[in-house]
């Protein structure tokens, strides 16, 4: 059955992904000191933890998407240093990636991190946590620890989560609404676009490693998934919730290392890149909240671009069952090339990103882009970074924050 074992190959490279963040050395202890990363503290969340204390105003707040999930967002309404004048406040949404959540942001000195670079340039800046996410595990009535939590992939961000946000800012601010993503947020992104969403309500829109296609991958990861080693899928063990710190997917993740032989003492490097600046403390404050649970039909998804090397709704991979999501027995194709052409867009992607690989990038720039009107496209390389210096790179600030931060002030 070589379809299943290349949709197993690929879940083998999800799973790698999230070893890869995490560290076999440090596993076994970290569940033991850190017990269940996926609940809050004493209900402390993440204005206490990482944004009031160092001066910032901060606001909780929780939106509920239009399919019932609660999720906590941080309103960070003021930066250290006050805007004078009668001025309103531009919003910005700061949207993490898939396995992390929000406090990836702040792992660097606020002069250094994103969300509090846009507050003390006069941005009003909502930082979003997914669905799933330590701080964004409530619905309206689901449970967390039930399967039925789990039955989204990336396709309910672009329907429901992100379109919820953006009504509750809008509705919020009364102003159009500036968006950074990086990594699975710039698929969502790129994908809602070309679907017609939230369009009205978008200023403009930041991408840090985009992703839409998948395939070009050169690392050994992306080989790896190509040759169809894994014998064992998480679909067919029936866990719905990708749990990585879970017993379940650790046992497997390890089982998997074991037997092809992978090396998983560098699998960070070997998934994300080699990052040029990560510095040492924060990288082991990331291994501390990091990584965090999305849902298995999400990573089989990004499974299935890996392997078609086409945007489509989640392939429920039997055509009856497609036939009932979608009245076809196939999924329903993204078109990227209905992105407005007028969108404000800057891009920024790195040399040595080995999920958001160069020739991916290139693709994506070339089959959607050549006719996207000239001055409403600013495309950023930097040779020496890679994934996660998007995130915490102790240089972004001036070699990527800089450039958002300028072209959200652009008057388009
Ligand atoms: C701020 O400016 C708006 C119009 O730009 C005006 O209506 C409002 O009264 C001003 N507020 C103050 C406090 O000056
Ligand atoms: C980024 O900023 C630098 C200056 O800091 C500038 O030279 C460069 O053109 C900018 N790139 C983009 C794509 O905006």
């Given at each position: 059955m070589p379809f299943v074992d290349s949709m197993n190959s690929i879940a083998l490279t999800f799973c790698v992904i999230v070893l890869a963040v995490h560290g076999p050395q440090t596993w076994a202890l970290d569940r033991g000191f850190l017990?269940?990363?996926?609940s809050t503290p004493s209900g402390e969340g993440l204005c206490a933890s990482s944004i009031t204390i160092h001066g910032y105003k901060c606001q909780e707040l929780e939106i509920t998407t239009k399919d019932g999930y609660i999720l906590s967002v941080q309103r960070i309404l003021d930066g250290r240093v006050k805007v004078v004048g009668n001025v309103t406040k531009e919003p910005v949404i700061v949207q993490h990636g898939v396995l992390v959540d929000g406090a990836t942001w702040f792992l660097n000195r606020p002069e250094q991190n994103l969300p509090m670079i846009l507050a003390d340039n006069g941005f009003d800046v909502w930082v979003v946590n997914t669905r799933g996410t330590r701080y964004s595990r409530k619905h309206i009535k689901l449970d967390?620890?039930?399967q039925e939590y789990w039955y989204w992939s990336w396709d309910d961000l672009v329907a429901y989560e992100l379109p919820s946000v953006f009504d509750f800012i809008s509705k919020k601010t009364g102003q159009k609404i500036h968006y950074v993503g990086h990594s699975l947020g710039t698929l969502t992104a790129l994908v809602s676009l070309a679907e017609g969403k939230w369009v009205n309500q978008v200023k403009s829109v930041a991408l840090l490693?985009?992703?839409?296609?998948?395939?070009?991958?050169?690392t050994p990861i992306g080989a790896i998934a190509a040759r169809s080693l894994l014998g064992e899928s998480l679909t067919s063990m029936g866990i719905a919730e990708f749990d990585p710190n879970g017993v379940r997917v650790t046992d497997f993740i390890h089982n998997s290392c074991d037997k092809y032989n992978?090396?998983?003492?560098d699998l960070f490097t070997l998934v994300t890149g080699e990052n040029c600046c990560l510095d040492k403390s924060s990288f082991s404050d990331f291994m501390k909240i990091e990584p965090q649970s999305s849902s298995t039909r999400t990573l089989f998804h990004l499974a299935q671009i890996v392997r078609t090397d086409v945007l489509s709704k989640?392939?429920?991979?039997?055509p009856n069952i497609n036939m009932l999501h979608y009245g076809q027995p196939t999924p329903p194709l993204y078109d990227l090339s209905k992105i407005p052409k007028d969108i404000p867009i800057f891009m920024s992607y790195g040399g040595a990103d080995a999920l958001s690989d160069i020739a991916d990038v290139k693709k994506l720039l070339s089959d959607h882009f050549q006719d996207h009107e000239a001055d409403k496209l600013s495309v950023q390389f930097i040779q020496n970074y890679a994934h996660g210096d998007y995130m915490f790179a102790t240089n972004a600030h001036e070699q990527v924050y800089r450039n958002v931060t300028s072209f959200f002030k652009r008057n388009f």
């Open positions: 017990g269940n990363r996926n967390a620890s039930s490693s985009p992703i839409a296609y998948l395939k070009r991958m050169t992978l090396n998983c003492n989640f392939d429920f991979m039997r």
